[in-house]
């Protein structure tokens, strides 16, 4: 079996999405996922350029591919880079699973429980509406919820200015007083509502400052989250163990992550409780497996990102894994179904399901997705890109 065309597949139907199609000399193809929010152009040039390289080659021999396309580029690494491979990877992942007659998930040591614990976001202007939406989530059948005020960084967010041209992002001005004096309130607000036993958690994004971020995990360690997310922006690596040393709060970070290197030093030193990588930003499923199983003796379990831009394929991917490993935590849910989403379904067809809080893969052989490159057409890419944050005396600030 060889190799014979690498097609890449860049849309917006709904938001931007960038996909791969890898096709064979047997009429057996593979699908996958390369949408890196904000930078899709540039993964589409890497992918185009990375899978040059696979043309004539054996799509079977996963491992290899993934160590050939790593090592062939020299200057491994990076999101983009780390996103290309991983497009390509699950393509031939979803190749030997066609070519077995089983669900990825089969491939990587089979079902390890009966579905995927997800969770959902709530969102509200006050602790007030944050219940609300809590409560929603839980009479759909979440068993966990992120709770956050008006998004990330809640009233810490004061200003915004408008973009240079139409078309380009805006700037939002971050002061954190605010957002550091409303979030331990509204955990308790939500504990004497909600009782001790809920399962909640909350996502900083990386906006603090090392010792703010400490603060915080201090302030919130009596309400017990299921885990305290990116509570640094991964540039202050040096300053996880003042955190955890502040804290019994559980944490979580990784979704910039892009292979195991980033992982390491976190891993052996026990800083975390969750690892946020997914296969679509570290290089495939090849890549998180290995990461996941680096995790598993230390006891810190997986929580792949999940957000609207990690896109229906990417999702699939995560869920085949973590349906396989033994060391799952959960998994950020975004609903492909519902109805904003029905241009993208024209393209993708079913995204995978959901049901009581719990999310499964498809039964179809391989990641058990598709792509309709007619209908991918009618929806052509948008430009668009990741907003920016600036501090009140417009200092850029991270996010
Ligand atoms: O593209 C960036 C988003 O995926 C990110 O801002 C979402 O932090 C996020 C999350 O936890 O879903
Ligand atoms: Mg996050």
């Known amino acids: 079996m060889k190799i014979t065309e690498v097609r890449v597949i860049l849309t917006c139907p709904t938001r931007n999405h960038l996909f791969v199609k890898v096709n064979t000399d047997q009429g057996v193809h593979g699908v996958g996922e390369g949408t890196l929010n904000g930078s899709e152009p540039i993964v589409a040039a890497a992918i185009q350029h990375a899978g040059e390289l696979l043309i004539g080659k054996d799509p079977l021999r996963t491992e290899d591919l993934w160590q050939l396309i790593y090592n062939w580029s020299f200057w491994r690494g990076g999101a983009i880079y780390m996103t290309a491979l991983a497009a390509l990877d699950m393509a031939l992942w979803d190749i030997k699973g066609k070519v077995a007659n089983l669900p990825v998930y089969q491939l990587l040591g089979g079902r390890s429980r009966e579905g995927i614990l997800t969770y959902g976001h709530a969102d509200g202007g006050s602790k007030e509406e944050v219940l609300e939406g809590v409560l929603a989530f839980q009479e ?15 009233h810490g ?27 331990p309130p509204l ?3 939500l504990r004497a509502k909600l009782g001790m036993e809920a399962e909640l958690l909350h996502d900083i994004h990386g906006m603090l400052t090392p010792i703010e971020a400490a603060w915080l995990a201090k302030q919130l360690e009596p309400y017990r989250l299921f885990f305290l997310e990116d509570i640094l922006p991964i540039e202050h690596f040096e300053s996880f163990r003042m955190v955890r040393d502040a804290s019994k709060t559980s944490l979580a970070i990784g979704e910039l992550f892009t292979g195991r290197w980033d992982c390491l030093r976190l891993f052996q030193e026990q800083l975390i409780d969750f690892i946020r990588i997914k296969p679509i930003h570290v290089g495939g499923i090849t890549e998180a497996r290995k990461i996941l199983t680096m995790a598993e003796p230390y006891g810190i379990r997986s929580a792949c990102h ?8 990417g999702q699939a991917a995560s869920l085949h894994l973590q349906l396989a490993i033994p060391n799952f935590g959960i998994q950020e849910w975004h609903d492909f179904h519902s109805p904003e989403y029905a241009p993208l379904r024209e ?13 499964q893969p498809h039964e179809a052989p391989g990641l058990g997705m598709d792509i309709d490159e007619k209908a991918a057409a009618r929806y052509p890419y948008q430009k668009a890109w990741m907003p920016l944050i600036r501090r009140p005396d417009g200092t850029v600030h991270h996010f």
Not at 306 to 313: E, L, N, R, S, Y
């Open 187 to 189: 955990f308790e607000f």
């Open 306 to 313: 999940g957000a609207a831009d990690v896109g229906p394929i």
């Open 140 to 154: 759909r059948g979440y068993k966990v919820v992120r709770a956050q005020i008006r998004g990330y960084g809640g």
């Open 157 to 183: 967010n004061i200003g915004h200015e408008a973009p240079l041209r139409p078309g380009l992002p805006g700037t939002t001005i971050w002061h954190p007083p605010k957002y550091l004096a409303e979030t």
């Open 347 to 359: 393209v993708i067809g079913q995204p995978c399901a959901w049901a009581g809080g719990y999310a």
